[in-house]
């Protein structure tokens, strides 16, 4: 059974806005205390985008300050990434995974390609 699942992805055009959700099994968040984003653009690495701790303390890479917000839902068992003003370079696989991330814990993502 995955233990974190993600969507909301799709094709969007800069400046445009998309919503990612994080479906994690509950005891994933009990057990961890932080959850991140990450992405991988094509070509790079993968990175981490933001992070969100049990209690709401969160960081950003500095690429997406301003324009990328992380929240979770405890109760729901969720953890989304609202992100606006997105840009080209915005493009790659989203996926959340916990910090440091388990590679057990890798899911499909969801695809993001923002359109110049």
């Known amino acids: 059974q995955a233990q974190l699942v993600e969507s909301g992805g799709g094709l969007v055009q800069a400046g445009g806005s998309l919503r990612l959700s994080c479906a994690a099994s509950l005891n994933v968040l009990k057990k961890y205390n932080a959850m991140a984003w990450y992405r991988q653009a094509p070509g790079k690495e993968r990175e981490r985008v933001a992070s969100i701790s049990r209690i709401g303390a969160t960081t950003y890479a500095d690429s997406v300050k301003g324009r990328f917000t992380i929240s979770r839902d405890n109760a729901e068992a969720t953890v989304i990434l609202q992100m606006n003003s997105l840009k080209s370079e915005d493009t790659g696989v989203y996926y959340c995974?916990?910090?440091?991330?388990?590679?057990?814990?890798w899911g499909q993502g969801t695809q993001v390609t923002v359109s110049s």
């Open positions: 995974n916990i910090v440091p991330p388990i590679p057990a814990f």
